[in-house]
T-cell receptor, first 115, second 111 residues
Framework: DSGVTQTPKHLITATGQRVTLRCSPRSGDLSVYWYQQSLDQGLQFLIQYYNGEERAKGNILERFSAQQFPDLHSELNLSSLELGDSALYFC??????????????FGPGTRLTVL | LAKTTQPISMDSYEGQEVNITCSHNNIATNDYITWYQQFPSQGPRFIIQGYKTKVTNEVASLFIPADRKSSTLSLPRVSLSDTAVYYCLVGEDSTLGRLYFGRGTQLTVWP
């Protein structure tokens, strides 16, 4: 158990719909990251938040948005869903260090299926 | 972030030592080398990180030559439960946390 929680575990919805994925980071971690993993694209970085503010952006579509709240939990909003959005969505958290790589702790993921 | 190249897949048998090499020719002075492990339908898990020479922890060793253009993850005496995808990452992201995972190396351990 990494200490990162994600809800829901599974989500099935239809094309055109909107969903919200939720993530609670490990206690004390200020950074939250979102990743998408599909069979054909591998693990893709979407976005990072640090203490409520966006810090880095990766391959996140305009239909997707995220935010981090004052209690540090984060939500990833996916709208106008398409079949190709079906994937595993992971959230990770980390503490920030002065040097080196910030070890990321990944949650169990949310499996999204768009029908 | 520096791009990395690693084998797509490797096979081994239980009890053997496995070495997975990662090439990172464009590594920068401040970059660290980090390895993650991922089991099916689970999030990646940090294994080990190093900057130069050799780093060892309870699960793996990381060998980094002097020019730092490659690195080797060594898993001693693998078991069936080590079957997973292993990702090599290179970067210095104390201020920028995004990671480029690539496709990783699928290690399959056979009985």
């Amino acid at each position: 158990d990494s200490g990162v929680t994600q809800t829901p575990k599974h989500l099935i919805t239809a094309t055109g719909q909107r969903v919200t994925l939720r993530c609670s980071p490990r206690s004390g971690d200020l950074s939250v990251y979102w990743y998408q993993q599909s069979l054909d694209q591998g693990l893709q970085f979407l976005i990072q938040y640090y203490n409520g503010e966006e810090r880095a952006k990766g391959n996140i579509l305009e239909r997707f948005s995220a935010q981090q709240f004052p209690d540090l939990h984060s939500e990833l909003n996916l709208s106008s869903l398409e079949l190709g959005d079906s994937a595993l969505y992971f959230c990770a958290s980390s503490v920030d260090r002065d040097r080196g790589h910030n070890e990321q702790f990944f949650g169990p993921g949310t499996r999204l299926t768009v029908l | 972030l520096a791009k990395t190249t690693q084998p797509i897949s490797m096979d081994s048998y239980e009890g053997q030592e496995v070495n997975i090499t990662c090439s990172h020719n464009n590594i920068a002075t401040n970059d660290y080398i980090t390895w993650y492990q991922q089991f099916p339908s689970q999030g990646p898990r940090f294994i080990i990180q190093g900057y130069k020479t050799k780093v060892t922890n309870e699960v793996a060793s990381l060998f980094i030559p002097a020019d730092r253009k490659s690195s080797t993850l060594s898993l001693p005496r693998v078991s069936l439960s080590d079957t997973a995808v292993y990702y090599c990452l290179v970067g210095e992201d104390s201020t920028l946390g995004r990671l480029y995972f690539g496709r990783g190396t699928q290690l399959t351990v056979w009985p």
